[in-house]
Nanobody, 131 residues
């Protein structure tokens, strides 16, 4: 059974930090692109960071412009956990954050996958940043 379970959301003031975690089971992580999405009220769900296997077998990362320099996506060596370290948070980062998995081909070359291409979703965790 596929499961993606997020944790680590919460409320912080602008400039603060949070680390989100996602426990993964039920599928072969190394064959997929793992991603963090977010959805703010009234907005579409958008990818903010991905980590995916390249053709050499190494992992590569790609970030949405808004996340560059502030967010870091990581995957543990056991391939059962994904994390998103978020620093210098802004009020506009307020959203529900989702752990997600899709086929690696949707991310290879540095692309942010569309929500419609996602195979597996977590239940989401709320992040609220106050000014």
């Amino acid at each position: 059974q596929v499961r993606l379970v997020e944790s680590g959301g919460g409320s912080v003031q602008a400039g603060g930090s949070l680390t989100l975690s996602c426990q993964v089971s039920g599928f072969t992580v190394r064959e997929h692109c793992m991603a963090w999405f977010r959805q703010a009220p009234g907005k579409e769900r958008e990818a903010v960071a991905t980590i995916y296997p390249t053709y050499t077998g190494q992992l590569s990362r790609y970030y949405a412009t808004t996340a560059v320099g502030r967010f870091t996506i990581s995957q543990d060596s056991g391939e059962s956990a994904l994390s998103l370290q978020m620093n210098n948070l802004r009020p506009e980062d307020t959203a529900i954050y989702y752990c997600a998995a899709t086929l690696a081909r949707h991310c290879v070359g540095g692309y942010l996958p569309q929500a419609s291409n996602i195979n597996y979703w977590g239940q989401g965790t709320q992040v609220t940043v106050s000014s």
